[in-house]
């Protein structure tokens, strides 16, 4: 099992994302303490309400931090957890991916969704009922690019026509996993992609982010077994991660056990990463939490 920590993110707008810590420090402690991987997630353009009601959370552009923490770490996977596909031409999206994946020595994964904040689309000029066709364009587009070779591809925006993209990642280089519940989700991952990152959390959430409500394990385990149905011959080769949710855990030296048989249970259902995020106040609580975690959890007898 491996187990990666996504950059805290303050909910709301009274405090600020670096109250909860400098990308460089907390990137440097995450390898140190022996973690397996950093993520950041995106929102460039939320609505107020969502944000400064308590819906949202504080974000930075995720390919930006994740080139600072490559620059300061040499072993830990970088994950955008996770970009918004639409949001982007593919070209763009393919041009940033690779530049991480080639500055980090190949360590970056290219979390991707279709997204959900209606407010956010129409900020940022897209159509929100043609998300699902902008992703699965990206994802004729992502490797074409990544290639290094010449190429051209219509799309419903644009047309490229006898491009190259060097310098090239090389094909393969870069693993793409998909973030969602839905059934389209989970089929992307298992016959496109690399990975897969479900959600699960209460129903307002699913609502919210408009996507098939998990509300536990159970359900999780359920879509896994669907997932791998689905991939046939490939279900081995697909990464799949699960958050870990029960916020008692922030204190690592308390009922180590039940949470070593809590995590125990996620990589029996078939994960093979685990994730955590939480809204730590202050860089020193957040660096408390990346150091005792992997004191207690991450030695030799890990999971």
């Known amino acids: 099992m491996k187990y990666l920590i996504q950059h805290p993110e303050p909910i709301g707008i009274e405090r600020d994302l670096f109250d909860a810590g400098d990308v460089v420090p907390v990137a440097k402690a995450v390898e140190a303490a022996g973690w397996d991987g950093l993520a950041y997630t995106e929102h460039p353009a939320p609505g107020y309400r969502w944000l400064a009601e308590g819906g949202g959370h504080q974000t930075l552009d995720p390919f930006v931090a994740l080139g600072a923490a490559a620059a300061v770490t040499e072993r830990i996977k970088l994950l955008t957890y996770l970009a918004v596909v639409p949001y982007r031409n593919p070209l763009l999206l393919a041009k940033a991916a690779a530049s991480v994946a080639m500055i980090s020595k190949g360590r970056f994964i290219l979390g991707m969704g279709t997204g959900y904040l209606k407010t956010e689309f129409f900020a940022l000029g897209v159509d929100f009922d043609e998300r699902n066709e902008l992703f699965d364009e990206a994802l004729d587009v992502l490797p074409l690019h990544w290639s290094g070779e010449r190429f051209s591809y219509e799309g419903k925006h644009f047309n490229a026509r006898d491009i190259i993209a060097r310098p090239s990642p090389g094909p393969g ?25 479900p959600m699960s959390g209460p129903p307002e959430m699913a609502t919210t982010t408009r ?32 958050l870990y949710s029960d916020d008692s855990i922030l204190k690592p030296d308390v009922d180590v056990e039940r949470h070593r048989d809590a995590l125990g249970r996620i990589a ?34 890990r999971i």
């Open 173 to 197: 280089v870069i693993p793409i996993w998909i973030g969602g519940n839905a059934k389209i989700s989970r089929r992307r991952a298992a016959t496109r992609a690399q990975g897969w990152m």
């Open 268 to 301: 029996e259902i078939g994960a093979t990463w685990i994730s955590f995020a939480w809204d730590f106040s202050t860089q020193s609580e957040t660096l408390d939490f990346i150091a005792g975690f992997g004191a207690t959890y991450l030695g030799a007898d």
């Open 211 to 242: 996507t098939v409500h998990f509300s536990g394990l159970d359900d999780i385990a359920v879509a896994i077994r669907e997932l791998k149905e689905f991939a046939g011959e490939r279900a081995d080769e697909i990464d799949i991660m699960v």
